[in-house]
Structures are given as C-alpha cells and as structure tokens.
C-alpha cells in the first residue's frame, strides 16, 4: 500500500463521519490555539522587558550605596550605610581602565514653577554622562555642559510634560524655571521615550549633580550609573569598582553592584519559565484533546469491525491497518493543528489591534511545537485503537455485521 | 494446491471445549470445483476460514502449494490471501463509502499496485461482471445480486486461484442466485478453484465434488 493511498483511504474513512471529524477537529484546535496564544503573550511579555532593559544602556553598570549580605533579598533602594557614596567616590571609579564613563545621580521631588504655574515633579542631579550612558536624545536645545561635577550651575533639562505643562504652548528654552526657591535657566528638552522601566524621564527636570547637591542639602548620591568599556570589560569593571570603593570606604565594600546583564538575565529566566508553565497549562488541553482523539478512533474501530475482517480477508496486512488507523488519527489532529493555529493567529492579531504598543507575536518556535505536538498527540493516542483494529480476530470481525 | 492432514479445530465456550472440526484429512487440487454442505454448525465455514488462512487449525498440517502454513506469521499470510485467494461472502461485505468501483480496487491498493494499472482493471473487471454503469454507485444505490457481482469483482481482481464463496446466494432471490452460480461457475471453467458453502443441496450438486460435513467430520464425498 503506497502512502497516498493509505491517506487517501483514511481521508474517505473521516469525510464518511464528518461530524464526528469536525468535532475532534475542533477538540484540537482549541487545544493548539490555546497553547500558541498563551506562549505568544508570554514570549511578547519577556522580549518587553528585556527590550526595556537593554534599552537603559550598553554594558550598564549600577553603583548603589549599602549592601545587604543575605543573597537573594532586593538591593537596598536607599543607602542604609554609615558611609554614603559621594561624587568623589564616583570620579574615583574613573581610575580603572574598564569604565568608559560615569553619570552620578542624586534624585530628590521639588515643587517646579514657571510663568505662575506650579507643580510637583521629580528632580534628577547628574552629568553631562547621563546623556551617553542612558542613551537619552534631545528634542530641543543642548544637555548639560561638560563641566566638572563640583561646580554647580543654574541650568536644566526638562522632559516632554513638565514642558507641556508649565510652558503651555510656549518656547521652554532659555526660559527660567523655578525649583524651590532656586532659578534654573531651561538649556534643553528631553525627547519623549515614553514610560521606560524605573523612571519616567518625561516627568523628570535634570540639573547639574552638584546644584541637587545644595538643592536637597546632601553630599550622598542615590547610585552611580558606569558604562563599560565593552561587554567583556563589564565584569572586570565590577571588580574595580569593588577595589575602588573598599579602598576609599576604610576597607569596607558597602555597596551594591547590579549589572545590565544580570537583570536581564534574571528577567529572562522567569519569564521564560513563566511562559513555559503557562504553555504546559495550555498543555493539558491537548492532552485531553488526546483522550477526545484516542476515544473517536476507538469507536471508529468498534463501529467498522467486520470492515476490518474484510480488509484482513482480502489481504491487509496488521501492519497496513496499523497505518491505515493512525493516518486517520495524524490526520485529524493536523486539521487540528492547523485551524488552532490559525484561530491563535486570527487572535493574536485582534489582541494587536487592542493593544498596540504591547508588541505580539507567535514565535515560529511554538508553531513548529504546536503542529509537532498536535502530531505526537494524535499518534500516541491513535496507536492504541490502531492496534486494537489489527489485532483482531477477522473471522470474528467478518462475522459481525 | 491444498493438503490438509488430520486438522483439528477446537473453540472454547465458556469452560466447554467444543470440536469444530474433527480429524479432517483433504486434498484439493487446482480447478476443481467444490461444494461443502452440512447443517448449521456442522463446521463448514470453520473449515472454509481455515482453508482461507484466516483462522488457524489446534492440530494438524496444512499444506498450501506444498508449503506448510501454520506457522507462518501474520504477514505472510496476509500476502498469500492476497495473492491467491478470493472471498465472496453471504452478506457481500462491500465498505459502504466507497462506489462499486472503489471497492473491487481495494485488494488492488493493498497489494501497492500503481493507480493507472488499478483504474484499468476495474474497468475490466466491472464490465465482466456487467456492471459498467453502475461502477459509480454506492452499494446501497445497488440490488442483492448487483451487490455480490461487485464483491465476485473484486474477490477475482487479483487473479487468485482460489475463490471461497461461503453461502453466496443465501440472501439473494433463487433467480439473482442462479445468476451468481452461473457467474462463480464461468470463473471455474476458466481455471479457478472454486469452493462453494451451501445448506441448498440443489445448487450443492451442481459441483463436481461434493463434499458433507456432520459434527466436524466429513461425512461422504461424491
């Protein structure tokens, strides 16, 4: 028996119960589309996140004050050490030869004020750095000058809706800001980039990191962002900076270093593993769809027994119905698969149209596992049918009508 | 072609050993033509499933075409079917999805015969059965006797030398039945081993060698 005809002949066989087809079919697509659409929303969930990580810089370093010796526990947000991290500490880093730049940064909230309106927002002291190592652009005018980090300045940069809200519709540059009781002349606006992890800098004003220094009245600075030299350089600048900072801290290495490539590669790990289990939840679906496959098939055999004794009458082999069994079983499943996995698509591509900053996708990989699995499925539960229609006895089969 | 040597057939019913067949000794030679009668359990259609390879004897030798059978495996039996012997039953057991023509090229798909060479010879086949017109039919679309030539069609598509009819004509009307005695009987002259199943003594003795059988024995041979 050739292939074609083994399919052709189980092809005849489901087109003869198409109800009972059209039901299993369906069994399985929801299964497939489940699992595609549950891994497509997990997939997009990670390849968000990492996206907005890397996004904050190139082989990033952060710098935090404090240390907590317990693994596993959240880096101190705020430094809880006698010793704080001060911008000598930060000019210091300079020193090793991994480290391509620093932007020190001390953050403190102000009440903004310009032309009579006023409102609350978040003020970020740091360098002409800052620039380069968070990869910020610029709407309009210029960042902070190039000048050492002691000396302060009254000039700032401020994000898109500080400037829609305090100059409604007029030139922010070269206008004064008011930050509490301070004058601040308004060099450059930051382009929008949008809500990105930790702080959103449309709402942010920058000013020099020596002028936040007297603005909140305080020497320490919130963290230290370092830019490595290179991907490699990344983790030798790590230990500098450890070196560094415990020669200048009385032999103490109080603080914690983060960088880029661990919390990606934490984020990573659990959103992936968090799409697998979502995945393998969906899973179970198929494996019901499994059973739905395993019982059509045992019917179909029951129902078509004293065919069977015929077709082992006229010469078939247990091993030609064995084929003719599971084709039928691969058949319907790949049906399945199919329309589960163009109803995934057909829905991912509404969810995109809801959602259209989330970017949705079903990754090529899942599909290839969909239809694979749809097809082990169908063949793992096929089989025992399958053996069942060839095993039996055709002088019993032929004699039931 | 066919030898069998004290073949002993027994089923189990329940805790009761029943004998089916009991000491049967028989040689069959090509183109004979044969009529097996007896009463309802006499077992004549254990004898037929076993001359046709589809059930195995307790004991006893079976020589098919001086090759002893029983105790080949299920592939190879499956292939001598195949091969060499055609089945006509008393209920047709044509597969009623497919057409006429669908159901005589079954034995022909199971062997791997190409498309082109199957679709000729179901042409063939069903003109000599008379049934060119109906070839597009469903076996519900076709009468009682309509329905055993298409299963005469496809018993012989294969050019077996053997054809077991097991009671062909026992649900048809005596006039398609003589019909499809005459048809089994063509297919005689023309060298196939025929071996008929009948309780109609009238139509058993049409063959040249009848054989009875009683509780398992063969009770004579004319």
């Known amino acids: 028996m050739t292939v074609s005809d083994t399919f052709f002949q189980a092809f005849l066989a489901i087109r003869a119960q198409i109800l009972r087809a059209s039901l299993i079919v369906l069994a399985m697509s929801i299964g497939i589309a489940s699992v595609t659409i549950l891994t497509a929303l997990g997939e997009s969930a990670r390849s968000y996140i990492v996206n907005e990580f890397q996004s904050l810089g190139t082989n990033l370093v952060i710098v935090l004050p404090g240390r907590t010796e317990t693994t596993g526990g959240q880096p101190p947000l705020f430094g809880e050490t006698p010793r704080d991290l001060t911008l000598d500490d930060a000019n210091a880093l300079l020193r090793s030869r991994y480290i391509a730049a620093i932007a020190p940064i001390n953050i403190g909230s102000a009440p903004v004020s310009a032309l009579g309106l006023e409102r609350e927002t978040t003020i970020l002291g740091s360098t002409a750095s800052l620039r380069r190592v968070r990869h910020l652009s610029l709407a309009e005018g210029r960042f902070l000058p190039e000048i050492e980090s002691e000396k302060s300045l009254p000039v700032c940069v401020i994000g898109q809706t500080i400037k829609n809200q305090i100059f409604i519709q007029q030139k922010a540059l070269g206008q004064w800001l008011r930050i509490n009781d301070r004058r601040f002349r308004v060099i450059g606006v930051l382009a929008s980039e949008g809500e990105s992890i930790g702080v959103d800098f449309d709402e942010i004003v920058v000013i020099p990191v020596a002028s936040a220094q007297a603005l909140f009245n305080t020497e320490s600075l919130f963290r230290i962002l370092v830019e490595a030299k290179s991907k490699s350089a990344m983790y030798k600048a790590v230990t500098d900076i450890g070196k560094i900072i415990k020669a200048r801290h009385e032999g103490e290495q109080d603080i914690t270093i983060i960088t880029q490539d661990s919390v990606i590669g934490a984020f990573d790990e659990i959103l992936t593993a968090l799409t697998l289990t979502v995945a393998s939840i969906a899973g179970i679906s198929l494996a019901v769809a499994g059973v739905l496959v395993m019982n059509v098939m045992l019917v179909s055999v029951a129902q078509r027994t004293s065919e069977i004794g015929l077709l082992k009458a006229l010469g078939a082999s247990e091993r030609q119905l064995i084929e003719l069994f599971l084709a039928e079983a691969a058949m319907l499943c790949l049906a399945g698969a199919v329309l589960g996995v163009l109803v995934g698509q057909f829905s991912i591509s509404f969810l995109q149209i809801l959602y259209p900053e989330f970017p949705l996708s079903i990754p090529g990989w899942a599909l290839l596992a969909a239809l694979l699995v749809s097809l082990t499925t169908g063949l793992i539960f096929g089989v025992l049918p399958a053996r069942k229609a060839a095993k039996l006895d055709p002088v019993l089969a032929l004699a039931k009508r | ?222």
């Open chain 2, 1 to 222: 072609m066919i030898q069998l040597k004290d073949i002993y057939r027994d089923f189990q019913v329940g805790d009761q050993t029943v004998r089916a067949l009991d000491n049967i000794n028989l040689n069959i030679s090509q183109g004979e033509y044969i009529s097996v009668m007896g009463p309802s359990g006499s077992g004549k259609s254990t004898l037929l499933n076993i001359i046709a390879l589809l059930d195995h004897p307790t004991s006893g030798q079976y020589l098919f075409n001086r090759q002893d059978v029983t105790k080949l495996d299920d592939n190879a039996l499956a292939k001598i079917r195949r091969e060499n012997i055609g089945f006509v039953f008393q209920f047709f057991h044509l597969i009623p999805r497919l057409t006429a023509a669908e159901n005589i090229e079954i034995p022909m798909i199971l062997a791997g015969i190409n498309r082109q060479e199957r679709q000729q010879r179901v042409m063939q086949a069903v003109a000599s059965v008379g049934l060119s017109d109906r070839a597009k039919h469903l076996p519900e679309q076709l009468s009682g006797g309509q329905r055993q030539r298409v299963a005469i069609a496809r018993a012989t598509i294969m050019r077996p030398a053997i054809l077991l009819a097991d009671e062909p004509t026992g649900n048809l009307d005596s006039h398609s039945g003589i019909e499809i005695i005459e048809l089994l009987e063509t297919l005689n002259k023309q060298g196939m081993l025929l071996i008929i199943i009948t309780h109609d003594h009238h139509l058993g003795k049409r063959a040249q060698r009848q054989i009875h059988i009683v509780d398992g024995k063969i009770n004579f041979e004319k």
